[in-house]
C-alpha cells in the first residue's frame, strides 16, 4: 500500500511552525483528555491536537473498514491491534484530510470546532496499556563503558553480549507520560564495613536516554517471529527515559538483574510516531561482529538515524544540553530483538513496549547516562547556572528529546520530560 502520507512535498492547510516536529508528514498518535474533560485518541499536527473520535464519528472515515467506537477508547491498543493495513488507510486519510487545497473539513467552520485543539488545550495521557514492558541492552557504546566501571576495562563486555540482545522484563505499572513527577526512590544500598546495607533515598539517581518500540499482536504461544517479518508487528517509537537507581541497583543486581533501582518509573514520549513516518530516516547499524546466529541476521537497513537530546533543567533555572547521541548507534536493531524476544516461543501482544537500553555514542558528549557522562561521579557535569551534577539532585527536570531531519523534512517526537521529587519520608 502506497504511504502517501509521506510525501515530502505535501502541506497543509493548518498553521503550522516551520521546525516543528510534527508536520504533515508525521502523523503520531495518541490519547488526550480534551477542553469538554473527555478522553480521545487522536493525532497531531503543528501545535493542533485532532479528535479522531470527532472526525471518524463526522464521517470522514468512510470507506475503511473501522469499528464505531475504534477512537472514543482510553488506549491504543484495539486500534494498534487492528494492524498495518489499518494504521496506513487511517494516516493515509488523515493527511488527505488536512492537506492543503482540500475543502472538506478546512471550509466547515462547525466541524473545525469539534475535531481541531491547540496543544494547551489538552492534557496528554498514557498512549497504550502496557501489558509487558522488555527493556534491552543494546548499545555496544553503553555495555561496554557500563563493564569498564564496574568490572575489567579489558573484558568489559561479557562473552554472551556480542551474540544475543540482552534484556530483562521490567515493570509496565510505573510507565508514565512525559510531564509526570517522579518520586526519588529508597531501597537498600551496599553495606559499609560493619556489614549492614545502608538504607535510604537513593543518592545517585540517573537517566536512562532511550527509544522504545510499540507492539501489535504478533505470535500465538509457542510460535516466534523472524528478523524479515518483525516491522510487521511494531507500530511505532516513543523516546523513553528509564529512570535508575544506582546505587540501589548496585547492590541488588546480582545475581538476578535490575529490580527497585529501576521499576520506581520509566517515562515516555506520548505520541507514538509510526514506523511507516520514519521509513525515510533509515541507516545503516554497526557491524556486527562475530556474525550473528541464523536467525538473528538482517540483510536491510534496519536502524533509524533519530537525533536524541537529554537536558537538565534545575528549578528557577535554564537548562543544559549535557548529550547528543544517536538511535542509529544501537548494535543490536529493533527487527533483532522482536526476532530474540519470541525465538522460544515467547507471546507478544498489542501494546507491549520493548526499551533499547541506555543509547550511548563513541565521545564522551554522546553518553546516554550520567553514570557514564560523569564516569561514575569522578567528572561532575557543570550547568549553566553555575551548578555541577554528578547524578540528578532532587527538583532537577530531565528533558529529553528526538527527531529525524533529512532534505528539509523533520519528524519528531516532542519532548519526554520528568521532574524529580524529593523522597517521602519514613519519618
Known amino acids: 500500500m502506497p504511504l502517501t502520507a509521506n510525501n515530502p512535498n505535501r502541506k497543509t492547510w493548518l498553521d503550522t511552525p516551520s521546525n516543528t516536529d510534527f508536520p504533515i508528514q508525521n502523523i503520531p498518535f495518541g490519547v488526550f483528555l480534551t477542553r469538554d474533560d473527555i ?7 503543528g501545535d493542533f491536537a485532532i479528535d479522531l473520535g470527532a472526525l471518524h464519528q463526522l464521517g470522514y472515515f468512510n470507506g475503511i473498514d473501522l ?19 489499518t494504521w496506513r488507510l487511517v494516516r493515509n486519510r488523515i493527511s488527505d484530510i488536512f492537506l492543503e487545497g482540500n475543502p472538506e473539513l478546512r471550509d466547515n467552520a462547525e466541524h473545525r470546532k469539534q475535531v481541531l485543539f491547540t496543544i494547551h488545550e489538552i ?9 509487558d514492558y522488555t527493556d534491552f541492552y543494546a548499545s555496544k557504546e553503553h555495555a561496554t563503558n557500563v563493564g569498564s566501571l564496574f568490572r575489567d576495562p579489558e573484558n568489559a563486555l561479557l562473552p554472551n553480549w556480542l551474540r544475543i540482545p540482552i534484556g530483562y522484563h521490567g515493570r509496565s505499572s510505573s510507565i508514565i507520560p512525559s510531564g509526570t513527577p517522579i518520586r526519588r526512590p529508597v531501597g537498600q544500598t551496599k553495606p559499609g564495613d560493619d556489614g549492614v546495607p545502608g538504607f535510604g533515598p537513593s543518592k545517585l539517581l540517573d537517566f536512562e536516554l532511550e527509544m522504545a518500540f510499540i507492539t501489535t499482536d504478533t505470535n500465538d504461544l509457542g510460535k516466534r517471529v523472524s528478523v524479515e517479518e518483525a516491522e510487521d508487528y511494531i ?9 535508575s537507581a544506582r546505587d540501589i541497583q548496585a547492590w541488588e543486581y546480582v545475581p538476578l538483574g535490575p529490580f527497585l533501582g529501576k521499576n520506581f518509573a520509566s517515562t515516555i514520549s506520548p505520541w507514538i510516531v509510526t514506523l511507516d513516518a520514519l521509513e525515510h530516516f533509515r541507516a545503516e547499524g554497526p557491524k556486527q561482529d562475530p556474525e550473528p546466529l541464523p536467525y538473528l541476521q538482517q540483510s536491510e537497513k534496519k536502524n533509524f538515524d533519530i537525533k536524541l537530546q537529554v537536558a537538565i533543567k534545575p528549578e528557577n533555572s535554564e537548562e543544559t544540553v549535557i548529550a ?12 533483532q530483538q522482536l526476532a530474540h524476544h519470541t525465538v522460544n516461543g515467547c507471546n507478544v501482544v498489542s501494546g507491549d513496549m520493548m526499551g533499547s537500553g541506555t543509547i550511548s555514542g563513541p565521545t564522551k558528549a554522546e553518553y546516554g547516562s550520567m553514570l557514564e557522562l560523569t564516569w561514575r561521579g569522578q567528572n561532575p557535569v557543570k550547568l549553566n547556572d553555575g ?7 532532587d527538583n532537577d527536570t530531565v528533558v529529553m528529546r528526538a527527531h529525524c531531519e533529512k532534505n528539509g523534512l523533520r519528524i519528531g517526537f516532542g519532548e519526554c520530560s520528568g521532574k524529580v521529587l524529593p523522597a517521602v519520608s519514613f519519618e
Open 235 to 243: 507500530f511505532g517509537l516513543v523516546q523513553f527515559n528509564d529512570w
Open 324 to 335: 547528543n547521541s544517536n538511535f542509529k548507534y544501537m548494535y543490536w536493531s529493533m527487527s
Open 67 to 85: 469499528t464505531d467506537d475504534i477512537f472514543l477508547q482510553d488506549t491504543l491498543n484495539d486500534f494498534i491491534s487492528d494492524g498495518k493495513k
Open 387 to 393: 551548578t555541577e551534577r554528578k547524578f540528578i539532585n
Open 123 to 131: 492534557e496528554m495521557q498514557l498512549p497504550v496499556q502496557v501489558g
Open 39 to 45: 478522553i480521545t485518541i487522536g493525532t497531531r499536527i
